[in-house]
């Protein structure tokens, strides 16, 4: 479930999102 919410959260948010998901597990 975190891990979609995640994945939302990149396509509406900034790439700055996408390196704390990365670091989070992705």
Request: no cysteine; net charge positive.
């Amino acid at each position: 479930m975190i891990g979609r919410l995640r994945g939302t959260l990149l396509e509406k948010n900034p790439p700055q999102i996408l390196i704390d998901a990365g670091g989070v597990g992705y």
